[in-house]
């Protein structure tokens, strides 16, 4: 999907709060976003907004090469704390899996090239990981994906953020438990915003239960998710899941994607015809 007048301003906040999580003073928060600024009124708009937000996030990196690096990590130990009891939960439920994707689904809620740092609070993580379990999901197409799961074999894995590849993460367990599947588990090459790298996979201890790691870019290294090596790899493999919006932007232009997420702005809810806030298990 192509960017919208709507996401400039977003690319403009983002930018402020990757230089207050550096804790760089105002005088060289501005400088950073007047740069920024000067890049969006030059740059051409008919591109995807990760392709924008690449060159957004790899100007605020000649500041500071991971901004968001002390949050990332406070995601990841916050979802292991809290990873035994979502097990729990997943365990006890009458559909292991279905339950499974929901709290990868709600997972999604870490993201703060969209939303803030409350959401790194057990008590409130907790909370809203409950309410979407009991909930249906907005768009549900798990039936289609447990039918194509009986004659699969490679999953291709789109991650998103950090502390969310640990909901990730028990999905793929529940998945592994029934199916033999090779994985393959695709994160940025480098930090961009909270977005997982191979460090948080290994880190979480995703890297002893999937197959393979790829990367894409965070806008230095890595290929666009947009690009032929990507349509490469999603023809070689059974089923594709990808999570985030970040995702959806970069590879709605493809066929045959699961897309799993949590709606979080005008401009995606109005592509997938949803209203924000929707909770989306989608093949496309």
């Known amino acids: 999907m192509k960017a919208e007048l709507d996401c400039i301003p977003c690319f403009l906040k983002q930018t402020l709060k990757a230089t207050r999580f550096a804790g760089f003073d105002s005088e060289t928060q501005e400088k950073i976003l007047r740069e920024v600024l000067s890049f969006l009124s030059k740059a051409d708009w008919d591109k995807t907004p990760p392709e924008l937000a690449h060159i957004v996030h790899k100007l605020i990196r000649s500041y500071n090469d991971d901004p968001f690096k002390d949050v990332k990590k406070k995601s990841n130990d916050l979802a292991l704390e809290i990873y035994p009891g979502l097990k729990s939960m997943v365990e006890k439920s009458k559909d292991p899996i279905k339950t499974a994707l929901k709290i990868a689904i709600a997972g999604n809620i870490i993201d703060f090239g969209a939303l803030d740092e409350k959401v790194i609070d057990k008590e409130y993580l907790m909370s809203f990981v409950k309410k979407i379990?009991?909930?249906?999901?907005?768009?549900?197409?798990?039936?289609?994906?447990?039918?194509?799961?009986?004659?699969?074999?490679?999953?291709?894995?789109?991650?998103?953020?950090?502390?969310?590849?640990?909901?990730?993460?028990?999905?793929?367990?529940?998945?592994?438990?029934?199916?033999?599947?090779?994985?393959?588990?695709?994160?940025?090459?480098?930090?961009?915003?909270?977005?997982?790298?191979?460090?948080?996979?290994?880190?979480?201890?995703?890297?002893?239960?999937?197959?393979?790691?790829?990367?894409?870019?965070?806008?230095?290294?890595?290929?666009?998710?947009?690009?032929?090596?990507?349509?490469?790899?999603?023809?070689?493999?059974?089923?594709?899941i990808s999570k985030g919006q970040g995702n959806y932007e970069g590879l709605s232009e493809f066929s045959g994607i699961f897309y799993a997420l949590l709606v979080k702005c005008n401009v995606v809810a109005k592509h997938l015809s949803v209203p924000v806030k929707s909770k989306i298990f989608i093949y496309r």
């Open 133 to 240: 379990i009991n909930e249906d999901l907005d768009v549900d197409d798990f039936e289609k994906f447990k039918s194509m799961l009986k004659d699969s074999i490679k999953i291709l894995y789109f991650a998103d953020n950090s502390g969310e590849i640990v909901f990730d993460k028990l999905f793929i367990e529940e998945l592994k438990k029934k199916y033999d599947l090779h994985v393959t588990f695709v994160v940025k090459a480098g930090p961009i915003i909270n977005d997982a790298t191979l460090e948080d996979v290994k880190y979480v201890g995703l890297d002893k239960i999937i197959d393979e790691v790829r990367f894409i870019s965070n806008g230095e290294k890595g290929v666009e998710r947009n690009s032929k090596e990507v349509f490469s790899w999603i023809k070689e493999h059974d089923i594709v």
